[in-house]
């Protein structure tokens, strides 16, 4: 939350706003906590603490991913919902911010566990949530199934089918062609255009990304597809190495078979945090936040990272990096495709029409590109990095919207 508040703190004092307007930008509008008590399998009961922040809602409802994780607390889930507020605004989708979480070990627990958590934790939130006010979308632990649980259990709850409750669905219950892949196509987008921004060529640049998940593990494909050599990739048991660049494809496959890419055949095993500090063109940590740090931030080799993850670079990393004249994409433009066509999804939810596949991806790709240039025209016109103009740009534009709605009463 520290580093969120930060941002902030330097998006107000470039913008010239006054402290009232700062604390309510830095305050969540709701936040829920709840317990989750759990029938397991053996007959025992356990008992979870969940979460829901609502950070804003100045500029339409409340979106954001939910996850479930041992680290989950309020302190993450809070910063998380403020990102959201920032990238909504920035890629300009008619929502506010918000995060979910529940503290728990998505892979000590059966898929019937994890069901019954889901179902659980969706009707003690249930208020808070729906189409009008807050939609959940998949996040780290969570996937199409968990969304196709919440979207049942409101469903049940209110008595009619109601898609838009939820987005990142499974494309057979109203899900966007387009979606599962859709942050990381939007990451592959950025990452191009950040290269051709430091005149590097997709064929001649090397690449490393930490952590094969949804994020990851299509960022990684889409920028071999691109003609860049993916050398290295990580997850939470290890990572793998080949100077050849990575067979993704195959490497995709083994990850679904073993649970991993330890093991990935003709690779070499190395030491994790290398991912990191590699001699690579470009760094994409597409994991969890906090891991370009003060300690590593020195030994970043590449001349641009790509922030797939949300919250990657601390603050002090952030500043080691300018210095060393290292390009740094924050999260809330780099990874900003995944609200974006959750944005179509729910456009197609209540428009009970299905767009193909190609219209979402041209319409995702037009986003990013317009997102991209807003940021490099403000960074350059304002003398800023590409975080603070994002930053700056995003609290802009949902201080006007409050604005003009006034404060009630
Ligand atoms: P995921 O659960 O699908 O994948 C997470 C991956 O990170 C897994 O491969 C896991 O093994 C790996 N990992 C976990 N801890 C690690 C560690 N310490 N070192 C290396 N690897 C580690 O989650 P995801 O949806 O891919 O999310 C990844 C990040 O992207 C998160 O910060 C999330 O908030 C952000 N994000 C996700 C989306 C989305 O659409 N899924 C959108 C925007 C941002």
Redesign the pocket.
């Known amino acids: 939350m520290a580093d969120a508040h930060a941002q902030l703190a330097s998006a107000i004092d470039h913008l010239g706003y006054e402290t009232g307007m700062h604390r309510m930008l830095a305050t969540s509008r709701r936040e829920l906590m709840v317990s989750v008590p759990l029938r397991r399998d053996d007959g025992s009961t356990a008992v979870y603490s969940g979460y829901r922040v609502q950070h804003n809602f100045s500029r339409g409802p409340a979106k954001g991913?939910l996850?479930f994780a041992p680290s989950v607390d309020i302190d993450e889930v809070r910063a998380?919902a403020m990102w959201m507020t920032w990238k909504c605004a920035l890629v300009d989708v008619p929502y506010g911010g918000a995060k979910g979480g529940i503290a728990i070990d998505p892979r000590e627990h059966s898929l019937a566990e994890l069901e019954r958590v889901t179902r659980r934790y969706t009707s003690e939130v249930l208020p808070i949530i729906g189409p009008t006010k807050d939609i959940p979308?998949?996040?780290?632990?969570t996937?199409e199934r968990t969304m196709a649980w919440i979207m049942d259990t409101y469903s049940a709850a209110v008595g009619y089918t109601v898609p838009g409750v939820v987005t990142?669905k499974p494309v057979s219950l109203g899900g966007s062609l387009g979606r599962a892949s859709?942050?990381s196509r939007g990451v592959a987008n950025i990452t191009l255009m950040a290269m051709a921004s430091r005149g590097m060529r997709p064929e001649r640049a090397t690449a490393s990304v930490?952590?094969?998940?949804?994020?990851?593990r299509d960022a990684a494909r889409f920028l071999a597809a691109a003609g860049v050599r993916v050398i290295a990739v990580?997850?939470?048991?290890g990572a793998i190495y080949d100077h050849r660049g990575l067979d993704i494809g195959r490497l995709a496959e083994h990850a679904a078979r073993t649970g991993?890419v330890v093991g990935f055949e003709g690779t070499e095993s190395i030491d994790?945090r290398s991912v990191l500090t590699l001699d690579v063109d470009v760094v994409v940590p597409?994991?969890?936040?906090g891991?370009i740090t003060e300690h590593n931030a020195h030994q970043v080799q590449a001349s641009i990272v790509v922030e797939?993850?949300?919250?990657?670079t601390t603050k002090a990393a952030d500043s080691i990096l300018r210095e060393r004249d290292v390009l740094v994409v924050p999260?809330i433009l780099a990874?900003a495709g995944?609200?974006v066509v959750s944005y179509f999804e729910w456009v197609q939810a209540n428009q009970a029409y299905q767009w193909s596949e190609r219209d979402v991806n041209d319409r995702l790709e037009e986003r990013m590109t317009r997102a991209w240039h807003d940021v490099v025209d403000y960074a350059g016109a304002h003398d800023l990095t590409y975080r603070q103009a994002a930053t700056a740009l995003a609290v802009r534009r949902v201080t006007e919207a409050h604005k003009l709605r006034g404060l009630y009463p």
């Open positions: 991913g996850r998380l979308a998949p996040d780290i632990g996937d990142g859709a942050t930490q952590g094969f998940g949804k994020v990851g990580s997850d939470v048991d991993s994790p597409a994991a969890v936040e891991v797939g993850a949300n919250g990657p999260d990874n995944g609200v």
